[in-house]
């Protein structure tokens, strides 16, 4: 029994250990820079000149997209939330939509139609008659652009906390308040809003996490942020070093920016009874707050979903013959192919480490090694890539390094030269997804039972194949259902890590859209879409259950 309970301590760790190796990778070659053989002078002439500018859009880009991404999200919470809003049980769904878009799908699209030669601009010079350039108009080629459609596609981060969060606030604090005289906006502004301020300082969070990692948008709108420095360092100059140096800072940034979340509400504290939203005080809108809240709401979701999805309809139905190629059918089995191997590993890795918790006495400790295997989700995919590549390099070079020592034939690049290295990063990226999952249906699992199973004579390894397993199944189910779905849709580490004549859907998306052929590629954008449409269902239906 002890060894048994060994083994699985021991596969716990080693598989942490594994997880956490890129992250540790990543400062050990920033730091040192010895195992690669790289010198300084690039990162110092970087440094030097264009770092500064970089650094300087990174946090514009993350603190615009996170104020946007606020002011988009936090009211439509609280009118979905405390308001009887026209066609609310279509609302409430429709406002999270916009989370399947990819940002640079979004910006492409916009960037068209407000071109000087989109359908916009035409329309406005043939109806006042002007000339090109004899007037003023926004160009979204900026940062502010890209800080714009950024915020129309993350800030249902910010809308599904805060939502959550005032369907959860006491209703006789809201009885309070109306007996105060409080209007609907002193409600909000004095007791809702202070109450839900942990809730939307998360989302706020992810939604800074998702701006500092973005590639496929900067990239598209010539924005060049730190995310884009690691991308043309390494391929661009060839410097992995260099790029490793540019990924610590922005692992520190992350750090930063998770501690400040937490620091933020380190004194919070919420003692209330649930509110429903469907109960009758909530506020009843007539006139014209009526439909300013309407627009209000389905102006978010047209412009972050609908606009865009239309056009890409469009796109599909009049280049149907040539997009259902059979590039598009391979890049979707590449895709299919890397989704599963995936969602494989990261449900055996979420299964071992949980168990692992289950079995042990010590929580503290037990807890650890979930802890650091969900460490990869934090870290933007760029960054990931990086370390990823320093490690799988390594293990490469010692590789063949033995071969060598003993005259074998030398086997190349077999880890950083295949699929292993896509695969790793996306297991590394997106266990937490499964190890979340998998805790949340274990932990309603009765101790009793175990108890029960030990009296019967089980062992640990039938325990949990007779007991924990079965109970649990659909959680892996689910699990490994958003796992392929993430993976389907990432893209950074994707772009970096493929083997060489390599693509996925998401690569295949991107490449056409960075060349302004977004038309040939609507097709596998609609699939992409509509895949990561099944999350987001799957959470406001949990959201509904649970209120």
Not at 141 to 156: C, D, E, K, N, W
Not at 212 to 227: E, H, I, S
Not at 311 to 325: E, H, M, P, V
Not at 328 to 354: P, W
Request: contains cysteine; aromatic residues 12%.
């Amino acid at each position: 029994m002890k060894e048994r309970f060994l083994l699985w301590k021991t596969s716990s760790w080693g598989l942490t250990l594994l997880l956490v190796l890129p992250i540790l990778a990543i400062f050990y070659t920033a730091l040192f820079n010895t195992s690669l053989g790289k010198t300084d002078d690039l990162f110092a002439h970087l440094f030097a000149t264009v770092l500064p500018t970089y650094t300087y859009n990174t946090v514009v880009l993350v603190a615009g997209t996170m104020l946007l991404s606020a002011i988009f999200g936090v009211p439509a919470a609280w009118f979905m939330a405390m308001c009887k809003v026209p066609g609310e049980k279509v609302l409430q769904w429709a406002l999270v939509l916009p989370l399947a878009m990819p940002g640079y799908i979004v910006g492409y699209i916009y960037t068209d139609w407000f071109d000087v030669a989109g359908p916009i601009q035409i329309l406005l010079r043939d109806l006042t008659g002007w000339q090109v350039r004899a007037y003023w108009f926004p160009d979204l080629r900026t940062l502010a652009g890209a800080i714009t459609i950024l915020a129309l596609v993350l800030y249902p981060y910010v809308y599904l906390l805060a939502r959550a969060a005032f369907m959860e606030q006491s209703s006789s604090l809201l009885h309070s308040a109306r007996l105060l005289k409080c209007t609907p906006w002193q409600s909000f502004r004095r007791v809702s809003l202070p109450l839900a301020r942990p809730a939307i300082a998360v989302g706020l969070s992810l939604v800074a996490m998702e701006a500092l990692g973005d590639y496929g948008t900067m990239n598209y709108f010539a924005v060049r942020t730190l995310t884009t420095a690691v991308y043309d360092t390494w391929l661009g100059y060839s410097n992995l070093t260099a790029a490793a140096k540019i990924s610590a800072i922005m692992l520190l940034v992350v750090v930063l920016l998770l501690s400040l979340e937490r620091y933020s509400r380190r004194k919070q504290k919420r003692f209330q009874t649930q509110f429903s939203s469907h109960e009758d005080n909530r506020y009843t809108l007539t006139g014209g707050k009526k439909w300013l809240v309407s627009f209000w709401c389905w102006g978010l979701v047209c412009a972050g979903f609908l606009f865009p999805i239309i056009q890409l309809g469009d796109y599909a139905k009049r280049y149907f013959s040539r997009s259902w190629s059979t590039e598009f059918t391979t890049y979707a089995i590449n895709s299919l192919y890397v989704s599963f191997s995936v969602a494989i590993t990261a449900v055996c890795v979420a299964l071992v480490v949980n168990f692992y918790r289950r079995l042990s006495n010590d929580s503290n400790n037990s807890a650890l090694p979930m802890r650091l295997a969900s460490l990869g989700y934090a870290v933007p995919g760029t960054v990931l890539a990086i370390g990823i590549m320093v490690a799988v390099l390594t293990l490469d070079h010692s590789v063949n390094d033995i071969a060598k020592l003993m005259d074998w034939r030398r086997p190349g690049l077999i880890f950083s030269g295949t699929m292993f290295a896509l695969v790793f990063a996306l297991t590394v990226r997106f266990s937490a997804v499964a190890i979340g999952s998998i805790e949340s249906g274990l932990s309603k699992v009765s101790p009793s039972l175990d108890m029960a199973a030990r009296t019967m004579g089980c062992n640990t390894n039938q325990m949990l194949r007779r007991v924990h397993l079965p109970l649990v199944s659909r959680g892996a189910l689910i699990a490994g259902l958003l796992v392929f779905i993430e993976s389907m849709k990432e893209l950074n580490a994707s772009l970096l890590l493929r083997p060489f004549n390599f693509e996925t859907l998401a690569t295949y998306v991107y490449n056409f859209a960075s060349d302004e052929q977004l038309e040939m590629a609507a097709l596998p954008a609609i699939l992409l879409i509509l895949v990561g449409l099944i999350p987001l269902i799957l959470v406001n239906r949990s959201l509904e259950k649970a209120h």
